[in-house]
């Protein structure tokens, strides 16, 4: 399946009960946004910290902290926003209490490994679940770093499954839209492999870079001396590691492709360096410099 971008609005009925397992920075910015929009009557939540659940309450993201049971049998759509190691469990955790008609979905990052996931859990009742990815974030996490406006101008990838029904995958639709997004189906084998090189490897990078300062002579002043080159390119390090653990490693097979990939160009421009070749370094900065101009993010 190629790139399809929605371009025709989803009309929506309004949602008497949206569930949130996960409520952090992306659970917390859907059920904000969904509230804001007025598409949610009433929403819960269930989590594996109390302590989080307790602040998206005070903050007004939730309406009532539940329990897993009690979501799965109340929730009209159940959005999961846990890290993807954790799918499984609050898949099995739910699947005996869920409403027949019951439509989820999810934001994580990778999807081959969640509809295997799904497939394997869930069985004949995988039809109910919509994969999804938000590409919007931020290094912040938790409650406090949710908002409403998170996704607006922004894309939603969808990768439905063959079994879903299409007004299950239209509601979903709905949803996004009534937060500001924009949404795209396709594949998920060219959805993980295209965000291995557009996500997950910058992410590795930035992670290992601050590994290496932080493990070089004198971290203290080099830290002291760093400016907003530093700041921009070490900002995604400061993500979630339980997120990240679980992102690199259920991407595992592209992400080494883009490593390898990574290496031999950085294996050439060392090359360069040592054979102080200013030409192909002239020519190398120019062109990134040049693409990177170019590049008009969606949103921006």
Request: with cysteine.
């Amino acid at each position: 399946m190629s790139e399809q971008i929605v371009q025709q609005a989803q009309s929506i009925n309004t949602i008497d009960t949206l569930a949130v397992v996960g409520v952090g920075l992306i659970g917390g910015s859907f059920a904000a946004a969904l509230r804001q929009a007025g598409a949610v009557k009433r929403i819960v939540a269930a989590g594996r910290r109390s302590e989080t659940l307790e602040q998206a309450l005070d903050l007004g993201l939730i309406d009532e902290i539940v329990s897993y049971e009690t979501l799965a049998a109340q929730a009209d759509v159940i959005f999961l926003g846990t890290p993807v190691g954790a799918m499984a469990d609050v898949l099995t955790r739910l699947l005996p209490h869920l409403k027949p008609d019951a439509i989820l979905t999810d934001g994580g990052s990778t999807k081959q490994d969640v509809i295997e996931t799904v497939n394997q859990v869930l069985k004949s009742r995988a039809s109910q679940f919509v994969p999804g990815h938000p590409m919007a974030g931020s290094h912040e996490t938790g409650p406090a770093a949710a908002r409403a406006n998170l996704y607006v101008n922004q894309r939603v990838m969808l990768t439905p499954l063959p079994s879903n029904k299409s007004a299950d995958v239209d509601v979903v639709v709905a949803l996004w839209q009534a937060c500001g997004a924009q949404v795209v189906t396709l594949d998920p084998l060219a959805h993980d492999e295209a965000l291995a090189s557009v996500s997950h490897l910058p992410h590795w990078i930035a992670a290992l870079y601050m590994a290496h300062i932080m493990q070089s002579d004198n971290p203290d002043l080099r830290l002291a001396l760093a400016g907003s080159g530093f700041k921009d390119f070490s900002r995604i390090a400061q993500g979630s590691p339980e997120m990240w653990r679980d992102i690199f490693l259920a991407n595992r097979d592209a992400l080494l492709q883009d490593i390898a990939a990574f290496r031999l160009m950085m294996d050439r421009a060392e090359a360069a360096l040592i054979d102080k070749d200013s030409s192909f370094i002239e020519n190398l900065l120019e062109e990134s410099s040049a693409a990177r101009r170019s590049w008009k993010g969606f949103g921006q």
